[in-house]
């Protein structure tokens, strides 16, 4: 089969009333959770990841990537209206966004941050569709010692380019790896780490894990805060943005949506950082510098498009190779693995439906955002209204369902609380949860990789230096380690650029 | 703050510590066959390694190790917390003797009273709701097995 007849394909599983309903139930929860602030799409997907459970692999999929893109739409509501983002890689629609709000031009706003979106998500839709075929035919000729090199080198990535300290990422990742390393040996079947637990022997639950280090922690660490919400109350009119706001918002749009896919494929990246890169560039190329942070739509315009295009990016590695590039991918991997899936190159052999199934409902799930989303804005500024007295109970019910849903056993629960309680005081301590997750997923695929490698080798470690690929992903993975007091430096003077902003 | 991050490396040591104990027993194997054991106690030995590495490093560098803890949570409705905590952890062992609706129920209760509910009538309601609701839509539409417990007629 040639691309066109992939991609056809792709449409007639992903156009199934069946899946065109979850396509729709994850754009429509996706924005929902997204225009909430406090609550991100990490949280979002481990609060919807058990809902998933009783839906087939490929309507599975295609739900929780809605709620990823989803999430990304609706982050911008809350930025542009209230002045804080729904989630963090809405951070820099604030800036401009709620300026323009505050000048009457709220509606310009919301829409050039969804058709934006909508044209950066279209775009790294069909680059998706053009390149993943292509990785695959690499993927395909790796083997263990290649994976493992991979799986090492996207950890190593993804710990550099975290927010905190290297070494924090680094020790967060290995506790993960060791909680993924619970229960029974992949090769002898002999209990490791239960602690004579009869509940660990299946080892330790990723619904309770995520729900409590993301969900139960973020409501931990907003109910000790008093907040108050100053939601905009003036009329949204003219969401359709006018002709002057096209011409000046084509560039950032554009530049985004190739910056934010490139960028969205590097193992670490994520949706935040180019967000920022995107604000910068945008500014540097602007002839009018001095109008961002007063109301300039190109600052709505193109960390949108960017957002919306990294979250597109970060499928390609997870559909092709296997490879989570962040927290999000390694939850999808979860729910793909429930559902007996094995992300990686022979996804798209053994899997077609998944593999081009979600593919084509990206497109049509960026549709129907934008079809939904500038008429339902109304709704999501009455959400926003919503209580935090009543939201938070009910965030945390949601959790405890979801946990005890999959296996009615109450330890789940108790676990969920153990997790909550650490990923609060990880939040305090500034240790990040995402490093933990990854590691938490990859260990072990990189434990089955290495023993197999080990094995192929009689003990030999030479074998990784006789393979290229496989040499290249660890030099690159150690450089990586070696060179953290430079990334270190680098990261804080963004951050000194961040605040300035 | 400097104590606490002290006392998070002494922590990660302590978990790194028991992981490679509770290993103990587990075979290493040999580099050619690897054991149960071969790879997480790798893992332990590293971590402990660098845990120790941050704790010395943070022991060291800049900051005062009186630093009190307290200004973490100044001004901020910190006891909240514990109480969230204790609650769930009320829930999940009653879940299976009381039931999902009345611990729901009780739960919900705690919640909108506790976070200030103008009128208490309101919360006491608004919980009956929220768990009946609740369970309708997860037991009876998602087929999501809730206990009964004492409700089981």
Known sequence: ?501 | MKKLQIMSGVALMAFAAVICFELRNLPFGTPGVPGPAFFPLLLGIALFSLALLFTVKTALGEGVLTDSARTLWAGLQWKQVPYTLAALLGYALFLDRLGYLICTWVLMVYFFWGKGAKNKGIAIIGALLVSVISYVIFRSMLKVRLPLGLLRF
């Not at chain 1, 079947?189 to 009869?198: A, D, K, N, W």
């Open chain 1, 1 to 501: 089969m040639d691309i066109t007849q992939h991609i056809l394909y792709g449409f007639s599983v992903a156009l199934t009333p069946e899946n065109l309903f979850y396509c729709f139930l994850g754009s429509f929860l996706g924005t929902l959770i997204g225009v909430l602030p406090g609550l991100g799409p990490a949280a979002s997907i481990a609060l919807l990841l058990p809902i998933t459970f009783n839906i087939p692999a490929t309507g599975s999929i295609i739900m929780l990537a809605g709620i990823f893109y989803g999430a990304q739409y609706g982050g911008s509501t809350t930025s542009i209206l209230v002045n804080i983002p729904g989630e963090a890689s809405s951070v820099v629609t604030c800036y401009d966004g709620y300026q323009m709000a505050r000048q009457g031009r709220a509606g310009a706003a919301l829409g050039i941050a969804a058709f934006g979106s909508f044209i950066a998500g279209t775009f790294g839709t069909l680059m998706i569709m053009l390149i993943s075929p292509l990785l695959v035919l690499v993927a395909l000729k790796f083997g263990p010692p290649e994976f493992v090199g991979l799986m090492f080198a996207g950890l190593v990535m993804v710990v550099c380019l975290s927010r905190e300290s290297v070494l924090k990422g680094l020790m967060m990742a290995i506790v993960g790896i060791i909680l993924g390393s619970v229960g029974l040996d992949p090769i002898f079947g002999t209990q490791r780490l239960t602690f004579g637990s009869t509940t660990l022997m299946g080892g330790v639950e990723i619904i309770a894990l995520v729900m409590g280090l993301f969900g139960i922690s973020e409501v931990l660490t907003n109910i000790e805060q008093v907040l108050t919400q100053d939601v905009y109350n003036g009329k949204i009119k003219g969401l359709l943005p006018n002709k002057k706001d096209w011409q000046t918002s084509a560039g950032p749009i554009a530049r985004g949506s190739i910056l934010g896919f490139f960028l969205g494929i590097i193992p670490g990246v994520g949706t935040i950082v180019p967000t920022f890169i995107s604000y910068a560039m945008e500014k540097k190329l602007s002839k009018h510098p001095e109008t961002f942070g007063t109301g300039a739509i190109e600052g709505v315009a193109g960390p949108e498009a960017t957002n919306n295009s990294a979250s597109s990016g970060c499928f390609v590695p997870l559909l092709t190779m296997g490879l989570p590039t962040n927290v999000i991918m390694a939850m999808m991997v979860g729910g793909l693995m429930i559902h007996g899936v094995q992300p990686g190159p022979l996804l798209m052999k053994q899997h077609p439906d998944v593999f081009w199934g979600v593919i084509a409902s990206m497109y049509i799930g960026n549709v129907m955002l934008l079809v939904l989303n500038l008429p339902l804005i109304r709704i999501w500024v009455l959400i926003l209204k919503i209580p935090e007295k009543i939201l938070f109970p009910l965030i945390i019910l949601f959790c405890i369902i979801g946990t005890y849903s999959v296996n009615q056993n109450y330890v789940d629960i108790i676990t969920l609380m153990i997790f909550g309680g650490l990923g609060y005081m990880m939040r305090k301590l500034h240790y990040e949860a995402g490093p933990l997750i990854l590691g938490f997923i990859l260990g072990p695929m990189i434990e089955e990789g290495l023993r197999q490698s080990l094995l192929m080798s009689k003990g030999d470690l030479s074998l990784f230096l006789s393979r290229p690929i496989a040499l290249c992903f660890l030099l690159f993975a150690f450089a990586l380690l070696i060179s953290s007091p430079v990334i270190a430096l680098l990261k804080a003077r963004y951050k000194v650029v961040e605040m300035e902003e």
